[in-house]
């Protein structure tokens, strides 16, 4: 993966983590993935910033932080390093 790979913004659903990239595309993964983000309340979810020129999302409510690339790994359970 290109680490030009960059957040715009972040939305969800029921079932999805939805990032729009810089370059337009959008990415979703299951909310199954992210245990932390599904325990958190939707005011949590909505307080993110991108980190490490926005490669990275933070929820800084949950301590939480996520690689954009990972959202591509093809394993189930990603963390964020």
Same mark, same amino acid.
């Given at each position: 993966?290109?680490?030009?790979? /960059?957040? /715009?913004?972040? +939305? @969800?659903? %029921?079932? !999805?983590? +939805?990032? $729009?990239?810089?370059? *337009?595309?959008?990415?979703? &993964?299951?909310?199954?993935?992210?245990? $932390?983000?599904?325990?958190?309340? @939707?005011?949590?979810? *909505?307080? !993110? +910033? @991108?980190?490490?020129?926005? &490669?990275?999302? $933070?929820?800084?409510?949950?301590? !939480? +932080?996520?690689?954009? %690339?990972?959202? @591509? #790994?093809? &394993?189930? !359970?990603?963390? #964020?390093?």
């Amino acid at each position: 993966m290109s680490s030009s790979i /960059k957040g /715009k913004s972040v +939305h @969800f659903d %029921e079932r !999805y983590l +939805h990032v $729009e990239l810089a370059d *337009k595309r959008i990415i979703s &993964t299951p909310m199954e993935w992210y245990p $932390e983000l599904g325990n958190a309340s @939707f005011e949590q979810l *909505k307080n !993110y +910033h @991108f980190i490490c020129r926005g &490669t990275g999302i $933070e929820w800084p409510d949950i301590d !939480y +932080h996520l690689s954009i %690339e990972s959202m @591509f #790994a093809t &394993t189930e !359970y990603r963390r #964020a390093a």
